[in-house]
């Protein structure tokens, strides 16, 4: 069993940043590859950015650039820094963390304002 938390999300104008980080606990050594996916309303859910155990990092197209993604050991915290956010950027970001299947946060909300 793994447990994940996040922390940080919240509001921002345009242009500012936020940083998320999300800590595992449980089976922590049985984790892989962790990372974010964001869900706005009305929309699917998406992959924002993830990380494999041995720091391969894979970013949606539309946050290149924009948003980095680290792993920090042996505590399996996972963190996103977000900087030049666009209200686009507004949604649910959920941290989640790959075992013997997929554990998923409960999700923070980040607002950015126009």
């Known amino acids: 069993q793994v447990e994940l938390v996040e922390y940080g999300g919240g509001l921002v104008q345009a242009g500012g940043s936020l940083n998320l980080d999300c800590i595992a606990s449980?089976?922590?050594?049985?984790?892989?590859?962790m990372g974010w996916y964001r869900q706005a309303p009305g929309k699917e859910r998406e992959l924002v950015a993830d990380i494999t155990s041995d720091g391969r990092t894979n970013y949606a197209d539309s946050v290149k650039g924009r948003f980095t993604i680290s792993r920090a050991h042996p505590l399996n915290t996972v963190s996103l820094q977000m900087s030049s956010l666009k209200p686009e950027d507004t949604a649910v970001y959920l941290c989640y963390a790959i075992s013997s299947r997929t554990y998923w946060g409960q999700g923070t909300q980040v607002t950015v304002s126009s």
């Open positions: 449980g089976r922590i050594l049985t984790i892989g590859a």
